[in-house]
């Protein structure tokens, strides 16, 4: 069953611009991670915060979490053309017996135009 | 270099015929998992271990079987595959702490096509 779910599912912008990606999710949350994926290849791991954190930086990107509306959001500033990926986020469950699966978003397609 | 590797990369097999997708991890992570991706179904978990000797199934386990008996190496095997299982498969690991997982290594991925 999928927990997290992304916002917008897509999302163009142009160069320079701030792209803000959002997830809700339904479960409390052990840690909330987020990760890029160029077409086709692997997924790359950019942020995971946990559940007592509010908020997280990583050079342009900022993620936000919010528990009791039980949502996240990533933040890119000044955007740039490799930042064209999908971007998902993937939650850990709080409660043990759940803390084995990471549930993934269905993601948010970026496209930054030049 | 840290990485988890999958091999092979690409694979084009017929209904019915058996098949190992091996996946290796040189970060000495407890946790291992496999994903696989669907357009317009994101990834979805087939099976994790959380050490050697132990695996548990994940959302769509079905006609996938795993072992663990090392702890680098986490193999998915399709005893009999069905072209429903054409798609484009993860292997990830991830350390383990305090009960929980951390940030998951994805390996490259492995493009298969049943026929």
């Known amino acids: 069953s999928q927990q997290g779910e992304e916002d917008p599912q897509a999302l163009s912008i142009q160069e320079g611009e701030n792209a803000t990606m959002n997830c809700s999710y339904k479960t409390s949350i052990n840690n909330l991670q987020w990760y890029r994926q160029n077409s086709g290849r692997g997924l790359v791991h950019l942020i995971l915060?946990?559940?007592?954190?509010r908020e997280k930086h990583s050079g342009r990107l900022r993620v936000t979490l919010d528990t009791s509306k039980k949502s996240s959001s990533l933040l890119i500033t000044a955007s740039r053309a490799a930042d064209t990926a999908s971007y998902f986020c993937a939650t850990v469950p709080s409660l043990i017996q759940g803390a084995q699966k990471l549930v993934f978003g269905q993601g948010t397609r970026l496209t930054i135009n030049p | 270099e840290a990485q988890v590797t999958q091999n092979p990369r690409y694979l084009i097999t017929v209904t019915g015929k058996k098949l190992t997708v091996t996946c290796s991890q040189n970060m000495n992570h407890e946790y291992m998992s496999w994903y696989r991706q669907d357009p317009g179904l994101g990834l979805r978990q087939i099976y994790y271990?959380?050490?050697?000797?132990?695996?548990d199934k994940g959302d769509v386990p079905e006609g996938y079987k795993v072992s663990r008996k090392e702890k680098r190496n986490f193999p998915l095997i399709l005893e009999s595959p069905s072209p429903n299982q054409t798609s484009l498969y993860f292997c990830?690991?991830?350390?383990?702490?305090?009960?929980?997982?951390?940030?998951?290594?994805f390996g490259p991925g492995t493009r298969l096509l049943v026929l």
């Open positions: 271990s959380m050490n050697v000797e132990v695996t």
């Open positions: 990830a690991s991830s350390p383990w702490r305090g009960g929980f997982q951390e940030t998951q290594y």
């Open positions: 915060i946990r559940s007592n954190e």
